[in-house]
């Protein structure tokens, strides 16, 4: 039976058909039989949820639905932080970590009612785009265990395609939502940079991180975002506007929509495969009344080299707190104060944080912050322009959110510049600060099943990535809610979510 979406489950709790009990239990009982093989879940209280579950049932049998979320369990990306359990961003320097609060996000999803039950896999300090960066262990892909699920969030992503849990949040800076959304077949938003505070989310590169949503639906994803989203006084970047009913926004119709075709994300390194299945999924647009047109970004292909500047150096700047001193690990037996600090960034930081922690104070040197961080951030500028331009002339650009399907594990992970040219296609919309949603719209041919899963489901996820303006998230999700109503692309579950063995 497939596992039901956020809103059914939602919905069933309102409805006393199912108690919250009952949901905690089966994303308990999700952890312990699935994830052994999926590892996507690295810590989890069961005890707390389960106490929670119980006083949220209590409510609503006296009458008191307590928020939109009331009762719901769900599980967070493990570098945003809680004041219970541990948050470690998979990282062996915060291993033992726990924080004195919880992020902003956190208060708002219990403000909801929501039970958040535990927390999900990451490549450490959300670096890295399979999740095999993470110190803790390496998630795998639920359509085939041989295979990313892509990163950062991956986690997130595995769990809720596994049908562990109906929803998750996680953190993009760079695609570490869509792309993993992309390689599990779920739905994964970027909200506008500002639309969601990041206090308590541990900072990465500070400019473009972004904590968002995955479901398994549009209308999960937009449930979620009108949770999570709206003004922070804590956070200096976030936004005062006005959050709208972004799932009540869904069910009004949508009128004379303007696909924007840009040519860019088209080119040279893009898989045929997922070619051919986001153009039919244009083309699913197009057969419904939209329009397509042709769109410029011309400094496209500057985001790359763009993005790997002003994220190393602010990673190198957030990372410079992480000194044995104040909080983390620290080396067992210093000789002095240099050597302590040299050793225990040694032992806490995996292979690819140190190198992005290198790339950046590099950037950031004397002689050469003008040469690559100032011009990296005028570069920045000329890509936000673009995308305003482009999208003064439409409602939303459609490309692929990866050039590639998910990748096997271990395939490109000793080659740190393919591995980087993997978010292509995502980069951009953090550079311009624009929201940006991946939706599945059809499968690879490669990547056959593992000889013990049931079903044989052939091939791997591909995903449809939808940019909009800044602040324009109910249009873009109607948008992309418009083609699940037209296709089933997204009530695919792979055989392990279905009982396969």
């Known amino acids: 039976m497939t596992a039901p979406t956020l809103l059914e489950t939602r919905d069933s709790i309102r409805n006393r058909t199912m108690t919250s009990q009952a949901c905690v239990q089966r994303l308990l009982d999700g952890i312990r039989t699935l994830d052994p093989a999926i590892k996507a879940v690295v810590s989890y209280d069961a005890e707390r949820a389960m106490t929670l579950a119980r006083q949220a049932d209590e409510r609503i049998a006296d009458g008191h639905v307590d928020g939109p979320l009331a009762g719901v369990p769900l599980l967070i990306k493990d570098n945003l932080c809680t004041a219970f359990g541990r948050t470690t961003c998979a990282s062996r320097i915060l291993e ?48 085939n265990l041989d295979y990313v699920p892509g990163g950062s969030s991956g986690g997130s992503a595995a769990a809720v395609a596994a049908g562990i849990t109906a929803g998750s949040l996680g953190s993009d800076t760079g695609g570490s939502i869509r792309q993993p959304a992309s390689f599990c077949g779920v739905t994964g938003l970027k909200p506008t940079y500002g639309r969601v505070s990041r206090y308590g989310l541990v900072a990465y590169g500070s400019s473009l991180d972004q904590i968002g949503p995955f479901g398994r639906t549009v209308r999960d994803v937009a449930l979620l975002l009108g949770v999570i989203a709206g003004r922070d006084h804590r956070d200096s970047t976030s936004v005062d506007r006005p959050v709208p009913d972004y799932l009540a926004a869904l069910e009004q119709p949508l009128k004379g929509v303007r696909i924007g075709y840009a040519e860019e994300y088209f080119g040279e390194g893009l898989d045929p495969e997922v070619r051919a299945a986001v153009e039919a999924a244009i083309a699913v647009y197009k057969s419904a009344g939209a329009t397509v047109q042709t769109v410029h970004l011309p400094h496209m292909k500057y985001a790359i080299a763009c993005y790997y500047l002003i994220a190393t150096a602010e990673a190198s700047s957030n990372l410079a707190r992480y000194d044995g001193v104040h909080y983390g690990h620290r080396t067992a037996a210093p000789k002095d104060y240099i050597d302590m600090y040299c050793a225990s960034r040694q032992e806490g930081f995996g292979a690819e944080v140190r190198r992005r922690i290198m790339l950046g104070t590099y950037a950031l040197s004397s002689g050469y912050y003008d040469a690559y961080y100032l011009k990296a951030l005028k570069v920045r500028t000329l890509i936000q ?80 990535q939808l940019m909009g303006a800044h602040f324009a998230e109910d249009r873009l999700l109607r948008i992309a809610h418009e083609y699940q109503l037209r296709t089933d692309w997204h009530t695919r579950t792979p055989p392990i979510a279905n009982g396969g063995t």
Request: contains cysteine.
């Open 385 to 464: 322009r673009d995308f305003e331009q482009a999208l003064g002339d439409v409602d939303v650009i459609a490309c692929p959110t990866s050039p590639t399907p998910a990748i096997r594990i271990g395939e490109k992970v000793n080659d740190p510049l393919a591995m980087y040219l993997m978010d292509i296609y995502t980069v951009s919309a953090n550079l311009a600060g624009i929201p940006a949603i991946s939706i599945p719209c059809g499968f690879s041919k490669a990547g056959l099943p593992l000889t013990d899963l049931r079903g044989s489901v052939k091939g791997l996820p591909i995903g449809l």
């Open 96 to 143: 033992n970590f726990s924080a004195p609060y919880n992020a902003h996000v956190v208060e708002k999803l219990e403000a909801a009612g929501a039970i958040v039950v535990g927390k999900t896999n990451l490549d450490e300090f959300a670096m890295g785009s399979s999740t095999e960066n993470s110190a803790l262990m390496v998630t795998r892909n639920p359509w």
